[in-house]
Nanobody, 121 residues
């Protein structure tokens, strides 16, 4: 059974850092593009960052450029999102996804269930 499971969300103060993890099972993540998305209640889900299956090329949405970093560990079948200098506007449910268009960070085929990140003092 193909599955993506996120972890690492939680409550953090503004300016703090969090690292989200997404472990895949039932398929080899190395062969697929991957991405992180987020959604706030009442708003559309947005692509935060995506990474190509080959070459490590990445894209980031403008609000997180310079603060967030996507990476993957193929040996662990896991993708990460390092989030620094967090702001209250980063508060959202964060979803991991795989197998889609990494350039436009869209049309992903496989999705996790999400992990909540709350940035608040």
């Amino acid at each position: 059974q193909l599955q993506l499971v996120e972890s690492g969300g939680g409550l953090v103060q503004p300016g703090g850092s969090l690292t989200l993890s997404c472990e895949a099972s039932g398929f080899t993540l190395e062969y697929y593009s991957v991405g992180w998305f987020r959604q706030v209640p009442g708003k559309e889900r947005e692509g935060v960052s995506c990474m190509a299956d080959i070459g490590g090329r990445t894209t980031y949405t403008d609000p997180v450029k310079g603060r967030f970093t996507i990476s993957r560990d193929n040996a662990k079948n896991t993708v990460y999102l390092q989030m620094n200098s967090l702001k209250p506007d980063d508060t959202a449910v964060y979803y991991c996804a795989a197998a889609g268009n990494w350039k436009t960070c869209s049309s992903m085929r496989y999705w996790g269930k999400g992990t909540l990140v709350t940035v608040s003092s």
